[in-house]
């Protein structure tokens, strides 16, 4: 069993550089069904789990895939099945988009249910709603959803909820539809606009990404094309999160400081010392740090993705934190870990309350999901004495390279696997 060993206590010092966005590439991926002549060249793709995944996927529908280093060809123009039912397709949430793609280009699309991480209720009702407005028939049987239509006709589709899963998919979906689709009250979140622009520069005709409302007009086909991916702002919001805790100055390069604003805005008032540079963002943090209220949101919100991680760090700011998860109702799992190390903190439903320690120390502690498992390791990384963290499979799935990356600035962390 693989778990991280961690002494904690060490400063972080020096320059760390963020791969691309996983919630960006692992849309992206499946959009390159969409392209039916060429080859899809997409660069600055994170080597983590989550693709692997998606990579075995798309081998099993017929698309040729050649990996590099942080770059991946694919060409889907010899596609044999639209049957996505193979065990790699329950392990991850974004295969949904298997469901979009699959059914713009051939109209029909068999996939499992998607699997991801445990951190509450996500149903999949909007991305139905979406692709029954227009004009597919929807099954869920045997645990997968089938997915037929004659033809696919835009209109106009109102979410009850913004959601980035089903904002992306009913785009895929509506980019080779008849006509246009409007969808309103969409997510905003740079992964989504990222998406956009990978379909526009494979020739679809997208406006809005980035706004509340997106106007797709549906073309012929899309074919192969150049891309770079975006920035990871979960990523880079760890690494933030991590050198406020720790103390110390870290430079976050290859950033997009706009996508990193809420994050910032709070560190600041928290006594955290940030600037901002072209790509990159400075962190200074001698550890005086008081507590703040943090509410999570659909972007420009805070991040319910990072709401892990800086619970962690409020637990050892100075007087009394409120954190407010308004997105999942089950994302607080790594409290009962942090308390073994020492945190102070209550959960009411969706509410934390957060008294701050002096310090945490080590333990033996578990992940249960992606972002808990980055919250615990920055828990030991700030904590006295050894942390054991286990569950390390959750970590692989969202950051590459963790303990590589943290052990460059100085933290003494290693991967122990027996
Ligand atoms: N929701 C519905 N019905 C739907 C879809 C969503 O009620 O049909 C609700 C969900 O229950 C939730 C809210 O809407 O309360 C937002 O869910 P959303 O659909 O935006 O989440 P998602 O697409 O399943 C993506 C990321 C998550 C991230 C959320 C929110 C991917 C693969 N996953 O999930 O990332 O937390 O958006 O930003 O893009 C992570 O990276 O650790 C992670 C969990």
Same mark, same amino acid.
């Given at each position: 069993m693989e778990r991280l060993v961690i002494n904690g206590g060490n400063p972080l010092f020096g320059d760390v550089n963020i791969n691309g966005a996983k919630n960006a590439a692992v849309a992206i991926l499946p959009a390159t069904i969409l392209a039916s002549k060429g080859v899809c060249h997409i660069d600055n793709v994170?080597?983590?789990? *989550? &693709?692997?995944?998606?990579?075995?996927?798309?081998?099993?529908?017929?698309? %040729?895939?050649?990996?590099?280093?942080n770059c991946i060809s694919i060409d889907s123009s010899n596609i044999v099945t639209t049957n996505a039912t193979i065990p790699e397709v329950r392990k991850m949430r974004a295969s949904y988009y298997l469901q979009g793609a699959l059914l713009s280009r051939f109209k029909k699309a068999r996939v499992e249910l998607p699997g991801g991480c445990p951190i509450g209720d996500r149903p999949i009702d909007q991305h139905i709603k979406g692709f029954e407005a227009l004009g597919a028939t929807v099954t869920i049987e045997h645990g997968a959803v089938s997915i037929?239509? $004659?033809?696919?006709?835009?209109?106009? =589709?109102?979410? *009850?909820?913004?959601s980035v899963g089903a904002t992306i998919n009913i785009m895929l979906a509506a980019t080779l539809a008849?006509? +246009?689709? +409007?969808?309103?009250? !969409?997510?905003?979140?740079?992964? !989504?606009? *990222? +998406?956009?622009?990978?379909?526009?520069? #494979?020739?679809? %005709? &997208? %406006?809005?990404?980035?706004?509340?409302?997106?106007?797709?007009?549906?073309? $012929? $086909?899309l074919c192969g094309c150049n891309y770079s991916v975006i920035p990871d702002q979960i990523e880079a919001g760890t690494f933030m999160v991590a050198t406020a805790a720790c103390g110390?100055? !870290?430079? !976050?390069?290859?950033?997009?400081?706009?996508?990193?604003?809420?994050?910032?805005?709070?560190?600041?008032? #928290?006594?955290?010392?940030? +600037?901002?540079h072209d790509d990159s963002v400075t962190v200074k943090s001698d550890k005086n740090l008081k507590g703040v209220n943090i509410k999570t949101l659909p972007y420009p919100g805070?991040?319910?993705?990072? /709401? /892990?991680? #800086?619970?962690?760090?409020?637990?050892?700011?100075?007087?009394?934190? =409120?954190?407010? $998860?308004?997105?999942?109702?089950?994302?607080?799992?790594h409290v009962d870990e942090l308390k073994? #190390?020492?945190?102070?903190?209550?959960?009411?439903? %969706?509410?934390?309350?957060?008294d701050g320690v002096e310090r945490l120390s080590g333990a033996h502690v578990k992940a249960t999901d992606l972002r808990a498992g980055a919250a615990l390791v920055i828990?030991?990384?700030?904590?006295?004495?050894?942390?054991?963290?286990?569950?390390?499979?959750?970590?692989?799935?969202?950051?590459?390279d963790i303990e590589k990356k943290f052990k460059a600035l100085g933290a003494d962390i290693k991967r122990v696997n027996d």
């Open positions: 994170p080597n983590i789990e *989550d &693709i692997n995944c998606l990579e075995t996927i798309l081998k099993y529908l017929g698309c %040729k895939v050649e990996a590099g280093n037929e239509a $004659e033809k696919l006709v835009g209109t106009t =589709i109102y979410f *009850d909820v913004v008849e006509g +246009v689709t +409007v969808l309103e009250n !969409v997510a905003k979140e740079p992964h !989504v606009v *990222d +998406v956009a622009n990978f379909l526009n520069t #494979m020739g679809a %005709k &997208i %406006k809005g990404a980035g706004t509340d409302v997106i106007k797709i007009t549906g073309v $012929e $086909e110390g100055e !870290v430079n !976050v390069t290859n950033v997009i400081p706009k996508h990193l604003e809420s994050i910032s805005a709070k560190l600041i008032e #928290m006594g955290v010392e940030i +600037v901002e805070f991040p319910t993705d990072v /709401q /892990q991680p #800086m619970s962690t760090l409020l637990t050892l700011a100075k007087g009394r934190s =409120i954190v407010n $998860e308004s997105i999942y109702e089950n994302r607080f799992k073994r #190390m020492g945190a102070n903190v209550k959960i009411e439903g %969706k509410i934390a309350i957060i828990a030991g990384l700030a904590a006295k004495g050894t942390t054991e963290v286990e569950g390390v499979e959750h970590i692989d799935r969202g950051y590459l």
